[in-house]
């Protein structure tokens, strides 16, 4: 299995605003996942995109891939103080079934 | 339709001691991951369990091993704690048919060793 980088590592902006994250993998995979941790709590996952798609949407949240660059990006649209969360990204590759997990971007919504 | 649950919410272990963590899949899934997370990192992978047997396992040493029942519940068990053994232990269920191993967490068991 291979490990996303999350990018930036604290990321704080204030409410209303959008909020862009990165990841960057090494190697082809299958799909790309990305999850939210409230602090302290469980991952919930959010969207999965798969590797023959460019972009997914899902409520206030967009998800790009480029497969050539090896990355992926999480926008979240019109921020709320509700989105202060740590945010990770876990590319799947080949039969990989665990998810490995990097550092995370922190972001901070102020109301 | 009930999540993924775990227990207990917290545990105070002194060095040396064991630890045994539980954790009860979303309905409906068979298999159960296990994930420690450190303050200020992402969850780091344990091991996997199907079918009551460890299918897949990441960097843990012996002292990390597991359970799963019949019934797909599972239990993490942990000898001789260390003080690095402090961190909050996740479990993650999902479906071994399910195509892209899409996981579901539980809220997690936030275990501080003295």
């Known amino acids: 299995s291979q490990q996303g980088e999350e990018d930036p590592q604290a990321l704080s902006i204030q409410e209303g605003e959008n909020a862009t994250m990165n990841c960057s993998y090494k190697?082809?995979?299958?799909?790309l996942q990305w999850y939210r941790q409230n602090s302290g709590r469980g991952l919930v996952h959010l969207i999965l995109i798969r590797s023959n798609e460019r972009e997914k949407h899902s409520g206030r949240l967009r998800v790009t891939l480029d497969t050539s660059k090896k990355s992926s990006s999480l926008l979240i649209t019109a921020s709320r103080a509700a989105d202060t969360a740590s945010y990770f990204c876990?590319?799947?590759?080949?039969?990989?079934?665990?998810?490995?997990f990097g550092s995370g971007t922190q972001l901070t919504v102020l109301p | 339709d009930a999540g993924v649950t775990q227990s207990p919410t917290h545990l105070i272990k002194t060095r040396g001691q064991q630890v045994t963590l539980r954790c009860s899949p979303k309905?409906?899934?068979?298999?159960v991951s296990w994930y420690q997370q450190a303050l200020g990192q992402g969850p780091q992978f344990i091991f996997q369990y199907y079918e009551e047997e460890e299918r897949q396992r990441g960097n843990f040493p012996d002292r990390f091993s597991g359970h799963q029942f019949p019934n797909y519940s599972s239990e993490l068990n942990v000898n001789a704690l260390l003080l690095g053994d402090s961190a909050l232990y996740l479990c993650?269920?999902?479906?071994?048919?399910?195509?892209?191993?899409?996981?579901?967490f539980g809220p997690g068991t936030r275990l501080t060793v003295l």
């Open positions: 309905s409906g899934h068979d298999t």
């Open positions: 876990a590319p799947l590759s080949g039969s990989a079934r665990q998810l490995t």
């Open positions: 190697t082809s995979i299958n799909n």
């Open positions: 993650a269920s999902s479906l071994v048919t399910g195509a892209y191993n899409e996981q579901f």
